[in-house]
Nanobody, 129 residues
Framework: QVRLVESGGGLAQAGGSLRLSCAAS????????MAWFRQAPGKERDVVRV????????YYADPVKGRSTISRDNDKNTVSLQMNSLKPEDTGVYYC??????????????????????WGQGTQVTVSS
């Protein structure tokens, strides 16, 4: 069973940057579309960025448009989320997720938590103003 572990969260000041990493173990994620979700306190888990299995397609949510980049290294079995120009509203727990049900999928990139069946434990990001 593939296990996902996020890292890189922490406390940052508004305007700063953070790089989140998701490392997979127990199997390869190279065939899976991957996503980063964010859950702010008291709110639902929302998609931040999605990347296709080959890195050729990406989706980004409007709140982070122009301020974040998702990337993957299939050789290293990792997915990363670079966030710049951080805002207090970026605060939340960030989760890495994999759609392992659809290998090498060319389907439309999913924005729904229901489409992702593998999840990490999350990493807390707190942005102070």
């Amino acid at each position: 069973q593939v296990r996902l572990v996020e890292s890189g969260g922490g406390l940052a000041q508004a305007g700063g940057s953070l790089r989140l990493s998701c490392a997979a173990s127990g199997g390869s994620i190279s065939a899976y579309n991957m996503a980063w979700f964010r859950q702010a306190p008291g709110k639902e888990r929302d998609v931040v960025r999605v990347i296709s299995w080959d890195g050729g397609r990406v989706y980004y949510a409007d709140p982070v448009k122009g301020r974040s980049t998702i990337s993957r290294d299939n050789d290293k079995n990792t997915v990363s989320l670079q966030m710049n120009s951080l805002k207090p509203e970026d605060t939340g727990v960030y989760y890495c997720a994999a759609d392992s049900k659809h290998r090498y999928s060319n389907r439309r990139l999913s924005l729904s938590t229901e489409e992702y069946d593998l999840w990490g434990q999350g990493t807390q990001v707190t942005v102070s103003s």
